[in-house]
């Protein structure tokens, strides 16, 4: 009976994990569509590869929030300017849709040996809303 128990808690831990790997995945595409028209949209080369990773690694599990790095671009990119164009493409996919999409926001900005790199949290879920509230502490 005991073996019975253990297994069925090993296989709804093992189907939780495939269901969050599906889900990040699917997240992180929406987000880096996003990133990439607003990256678009404010003028830089389609040319930069765009490349983004989880940084739930450090966090911890269900935080749909992305690192991103791309060469620093001429003349450079403001913040303010890139969340502009980040929530028009929220605000855009939400007048598609009857569903309010989940919004983006950008939790980290830097520019580090002719890299910019920056963090954008796709808040779809109430581990990402709290990941974004302790940022903003720090």
């Given at each position: 009976?005991i073996?019975?128990?253990?297994?069925?808690?090993?296989?709804r831990?093992?189907?939780?994990?495939r269901?969050?790997k599906v889900?990040?995945?699917?997240?992180?595409?929406?987000?880096?569509?996003?990133?990439?028209?607003?990256?678009?949209?404010?003028?830089?080369?389609?040319d930069?590869?765009?490349?983004?990773?989880?940084v739930?690694?450090?966090?911890?599990?269900?935080i749909?929030?992305?690192e991103?790095?791309m060469?620093?671009?001429?003349?450079?990119?403001?913040l303010?300017?890139?969340?502009?164009?980040?929530?028009?493409?929220?605000?855009?996919?939400n007048?598609?849709?009857?569903?309010?999409?989940?919004?983006l926001v950008?939790?980290?900005?830097?520019?580090?040996d002719?890299?910019?790199?920056f963090?954008?949290?796709?808040v779809?879920?109430a581990?990402?809303?709290?990941?974004?509230?302790?940022?903003r502490?720090?």
């Amino acid at each position: 009976m005991i073996i019975i128990g253990v297994v069925l808690i090993r296989w709804r831990v093992a189907r939780r994990k495939r269901a969050m790997k599906v889900l990040m995945r699917h997240n992180q595409k929406a987000c880096d569509e996003a990133v990439s028209l607003a990256l678009t949209q404010l003028g830089v080369p389609a040319d930069h590869e765009l490349s983004s990773q989880p940084v739930a690694d450090v966090w911890g599990h269900g935080i749909m929030a992305f690192e991103y790095q791309m060469p620093k671009v001429t003349p450079p990119i403001a913040l303010d300017r890139f969340e502009q164009a980040l929530h028009a493409q929220t605000s855009a996919k939400n007048e598609n849709s009857v569903k309010l999409s989940p919004s983006l926001v950008v939790t980290d900005w830097w520019v580090r040996d002719d890299l910019v790199h920056f963090d954008v949290a796709y808040v779809s879920n109430a581990a990402t809303r709290e990941y974004i509230q302790d940022v903003r502490r720090v």
